[in-house]
């Protein structure tokens, strides 16, 4: 990363961040403890050299009017936590308050609200389950979208879910799962959705921990709005359909292997051209190396749903790295390495089969220092680097920033 991508943000930007610090260490002062719920403080100070992923400086003076494609912003949240143990019963929540503002690209200020609650619940030690919400609102990436509005994409989900162990060495489980899916942006209507996902699974336990089962998942997709093909609107419904298999396996004491793999058969209600089926898989392994380092890496072959009616799908091929170490009692350090590639099978016509079409390849790298001043009061430092290329060179860019945040929690 070169030193000339950053430029020297605006003295209110740094006021208002130095503020928000000082806020911390004043509630730090003065804090007195908490037991189950946990007021914060955060605030942030951050630049991305090429925050809508933008492939030229020719692009960007057609779109922006300026060949810097990049930005200073900050951030101030606040929020509370719950963590609470009531016999058997585990709640858990969850609310904050982001607001975020931009130098340069002020159209993309926003502020934003997150809130999540579960309660793991249990009755003896033969049934149990969860019970689940969550509200967010985000920025939406621009890795396909290059446009300086505000993208604010806002996710309602809800879930529940029930095991029995009917067995010491067998376990029933079944789960309802929903999600809601909106855009502030006009362009992205038709993205707008509703996603609902059932599922039954058994599984085998061994006395080690370990568990093999299989599961059975049904997943119903309606969209709120239709998307326009030349003189059609067309509403993009689906069901899917996939027959898994689960693996859970406790290799030794610091190597945990976990996979889950199968059959995968996705309907659309009218461009019935466009369905598929293939094999979804994906297979996590956790290494704790030392007691003080560990490593997790993550291989998948998975397929897509791209919501867009001139493509069909993208076959999804990745690989991750994440060592981590702890490097003092109180500094941690995080690295992340990554490497996808989606391959995208284009609609040749509205009711054409489904041909070969562009591949993304896609790489990053995010580095990750944590100090953790006392037990509640943390700050952190990331910086991050990411290339795209695409086979027809149509999307390809390269981007990179660095953030720098506290935390303080009561």
């Not at 809508?52 to 949240?77: C, P, V």
């Not at 719950?82 to 926003?110: M, P, S, W």
């Not at 095991?163 to 502030?184: C, E, K, M």
């Not at 981590?324 to 099978?345: G, N, P, S, Y």
Request: aromatic share 12%.
């Amino acid at each position: 990363m070169k030193l000339s991508y950053f430029q020297i943000c605006r003295p209110a930007s740094v006021a208002r961040t130095m503020l928000a610090a000082g806020l911390c260490v004043s509630a730090a002062a003065n804090a007195e403890p908490f037991d189950t719920i946990h007021p914060y403080l955060s605030t942030g100070l951050s630049y991305d050299a090429n925050l809508l992923g933008l492939s030229s400086d020719a692009q960007a003076m057609q779109i922006l009017g300026s060949t810097n494609k990049g930005d200073w912003s900050h951030f101030e949240q606040v929020g509370v936590s719950l963590d609470d143990q009531i016999g058997l019963q585990h709640i858990t929540a969850d609310v904050n308050e982001t607001k975020a503002q931009y130098d340069r690209f002020t159209g993309l200020d926003y502020h934003s609200l997150v809130a999540s609650g579960a309660w793991n619940w249990s009755l003896g030690t033969h049934v149990g389950g969860i019970l689940s919400a969550g509200y967010s609102q985000s920025l939406a990436p621009y890795t396909f979208l290059h446009v300086p509005d505000l993208n604010l994409r806002t996710q309602k989900n809800g879930e529940a879910s029930i095991f029995w162990l009917f067995h010491p060495s067998w376990r029933l489980d079944a789960g309802v799962t929903a999600i809601q899916t909106n855009y502030n942006l006009p362009i992205e209507a038709a993205n707008d959705r509703n996603e609902y996902r059932a599922s039954v699974g058994l599984d085998y336990l061994q006395a080690n921990g370990s568990a093999t089962g299989i599961q059975l998942v049904q997943t119903r997709g309606y969209f709120d709005n239709p998307q326009s093909y030349g003189a059609y609107d067309i509403i993009n419904n689906y069901s899917q359909d996939e027959v898994d298999a689960k693996i859970d396996w406790r290799l030794t004491g610091k190597t945990r292997l976990q996979f889950v793999g199968g059959w995968v058969h996705r309907k659309y209600d009218v461009l019935t051209d466009q369905d598929y089926r293939g094999v979804n898989a994906r297979a996590i392994l956790d290494w704790s190396i030392t007691g003080k380092s560990s490593l997790n890496v993550q291989a998948w072959h998975e397929i897509g749903a791209i919501d867009n009616l001139t493509v069909a799908y993208s076959i999804n091929r990745g690989l991750s790295l994440g060592p981590r170490w702890d490097v003092t009692e109180k500094l941690r350090w995080d690295l992340t390495l990554q490497t996808l590639q989606m391959q995208f099978a284009q609609t040749a016509s509205l009711f054409g089969q489904p041909t070969d079409g562009v591949t993304y390849h896609q790489n990053s790298a995010r580095t990750t220092l944590t100090y953790m001043a006392t037990p509640k009061w943390q700050f952190q430092a990331t910086l991050y680097s990411s290339w795209q290329s695409t086979s027809d060179h149509s999307n390809d860019f390269r981007g990179s920033g660095i953030q720098c945040s506290t935390r303080y929690q009561f």
